[in-house]
T-cell receptor
Framework: DAKTTQPNSMESNEEEPVHLPCNHS???????IHWYRQLPSQGPEYVIHGLTSNVNNRMASLAIAEDRKSSTLILHRATLRDAAVYYC????????FGTGTSLTVIP | KAGVTQTPRYLIKTRGQQVTLSCSPI?????VSWYQQTPGQGLQFLFEYFSETQRNKGNFPGRFSGRQFSNSRSEMNVSTLELGDSALYLCASSIPGVPYEQYFGPGTRLTVT
């Protein structure tokens, strides 16, 4: 059974904000929520992570629902270089990658 | 700082053969994890090594094995290759701790014919 559920694909216009949703209803109290992205022909790259509170870093923001059963990755201004597959991951002893969301950025 | 390196980058093997893949982590990183990525199954965790000991293991058959050396370099071995083992094998290194940020290498593309 999948630990995270994400839309298969999303589109965004360049320089507009993007909200990438993730459902993780079976999250346990000790699981961290991580987001990674994978550009074509590269290994995944760390984006952001959090436990309960919303988090910001230079790449993105992570909004975590109060019940922790869902989260949203926010890219404040999408660029063409942000086109990638974005993975929402529950991290306990292992990383459980979902199927990811393929983000297309339209110039 | 040099990133995670994996060798070889591409490999073609025949069914029934075995293969060894190598991963050199970022200097100072003592934890190494391996993943298999296929179009059908996505990214799946194989195992994690820390201080030469396997700490976690995913749901893969015993044909998949690994080890870690004292310098934190890691190898994974797949014996009796099957067509379904064709995949991108990714290695990631990290500083142990929760939560930890993993740094991925570019992967080894294995094709089994």
């Amino acid at each position: 059974d999948a630990k995270t559920t994400q839309p298969n694909s999303m589109e965004s216009n360049e320089e507009e904000p993007v909200h990438l949703p993730c459902n993780h209803s079976t999250i346990s109290g000790t699981d961290y929520i991580h987001w990674y992205r994978q550009l074509p022909s590269q290994g995944p790259e760390y984006v952001i992570h959090g436990l309960t509170s919303n988090v910001n870093n230079r790449m993105a923001s992570l909004a975590i629902a109060e019940d922790r059963k869902s989260s949203t990755l926010i890219l404040h201004r999408a660029t063409l270089r942000d086109a990638a597959v974005y993975y929402c991951i529950l991290a306990g002893n292992q990383f459980y990658f979902g199927t990811g969301t393929s983000l297309t950025v339209i110039p | 700082k040099a990133g995670v390196t994996q060798t070889p980058r591409y490999l073609i093997k025949t069914r029934g053969q075995q293969v060894t893949l190598s991963c050199s982590p970022i200097s100072g990183h003592r934890s190494v994890s391996w993943y298999q990525q296929t179009p059908g199954q996505g990214l799946q965790f194989l195992f994690e090594y820390f201080s030469e000991t396997q700490r976690n293991k995913g749901n893969f058959p015993g044909r998949f094995s690994g080890r870690q050396f004292s310098n934190s370099r890691s190898e994974m071995n797949v014996s009796t290759l099957e067509l379904g083992d064709s995949a991108l094998y990714l290695c990631a290194s990290s500083i142990p701790g929760v939560p930890y940020e993993q740094y991925f290498g570019p992967g080894t593309r294995l094709t089994v014919t």
